[in-house]
């Protein structure tokens, strides 16, 4: 029988998580995780695998939340009109992005800029997450035409990746300082083109 490991293995990947949020891949040493989680190089490759590894799994269960909160926030069962979901989950992350204090942004879009060019399996997880967050978009947009509420002639497809666009963009600015009026009026012109 294998010995019980003396950490809470959620929380330690958390910990990981948060250093390569932070610091970015090439910035995060085996030194720093192991400052981190108080656990020793041998223990943390032992439970986890190496920094790549690491990286890879923390960065994919970010994306994978990431994404089911996106369905869950814009599916029939969360209420309201299809336009309604689509308005209410892409201000809602607006003001999350915007009231961010110091900016610490969004992994996913750090980890893009970070790793992705330079990196197949991270550029996988992130455009698998984007099309899937699109997708998801994508849905609901579908619905608010089926509703009345859209045009039936849009492109609920490209407005799945203007909206996604919208918010990867809101993200980025507001590590700039770009104020929370302008943030939001951002997303909101985004909502007026789609019902216009």
């Given at each position: 029988?294998?010995?019980?490991?003396?950490?809470?293995?959620g929380?330690?990947?958390?910990?990981?998580r948060?250093?390569?949020?932070?610091?970015?891949?090439?910035?995060?040493?085996?030194?720093?995780?192991?400052?981190?989680?108080?656990?020793?190089?041998?223990?943390?490759?032992?439970?986890?695998?190496?920094?790549?590894?690491?990286?890879?799994?923390?960065?994919?269960?970010?994306c994978?939340?990431?994404?089911?909160?996106?369905?869950?926030?814009?599916?029939?069962?969360?209420?309201?009109?299809?336009?309604?979901?689509?308005?209410?989950?892409?201000?809602?992350?607006?003001?999350?992005?915007?009231?961010?204090?110091?900016?610490?942004?969004?992994?996913?879009?750090?980890?893009?800029?970070?790793q992705?060019?330079?990196?197949?399996?991270?550029?996988?997880?992130?455009r698998?997450?984007?099309?899937?967050?699109?997708?998801?978009?994508?849905?609901?947009?579908?619905?608010a035409?089926?509703?009345?509420?859209?045009?039936?002639?849009?492109d609920?497809?490209?407005?799945?990746?203007?909206?996604?666009?919208?918010?990867?963009?809101?993200?980025?600015?507001?590590?700039?300082?770009?104020?929370?009026?302008?943030?939001?009026?951002?997303?909101?012109?985004?909502?007026?083109?789609?019902?216009?």
């Amino acid at each position: 029988m294998g010995r019980t490991r003396g950490f809470d293995e959620g929380e330690m990947l958390a910990v990981i998580r948060d250093q390569f949020w932070s610091r970015g891949y090439e910035g995060t040493s085996t030194y720093d995780l192991m400052a981190a989680t108080g656990l020793g190089k041998g223990s943390i490759y032992k439970a986890y695998g190496n920094k790549h590894e690491l990286y890879l799994h923390t960065f994919d269960d970010y994306c994978k939340t990431l994404v089911a909160e996106a369905r869950q926030a814009l599916a029939p069962e969360a209420g309201g009109t299809p336009l309604e979901r689509i308005g209410h989950y892409l201000m809602d992350i607006t003001g999350q992005m915007s009231r961010q204090s110091p900016p610490d942004g969004c992994y996913l879009t750090k980890a893009t800029v970070d790793q992705a060019a330079a990196d197949g399996a991270v550029a996988k997880i992130a455009r698998d997450a984007y099309e899937n967050i699109a997708g998801a978009f994508e849905s609901a947009v579908r619905e608010a035409q089926s509703a009345g509420e859209v045009a039936a002639d849009r492109d609920a497809r490209g407005f799945g990746y203007l909206l996604l666009s919208v918010l990867r963009g809101v993200d980025c600015l507001s590590r700039t300082g770009v104020t929370t009026d302008i943030l939001t009026a951002t997303a909101q012109a985004a909502l007026t083109s789609l019902r216009a």
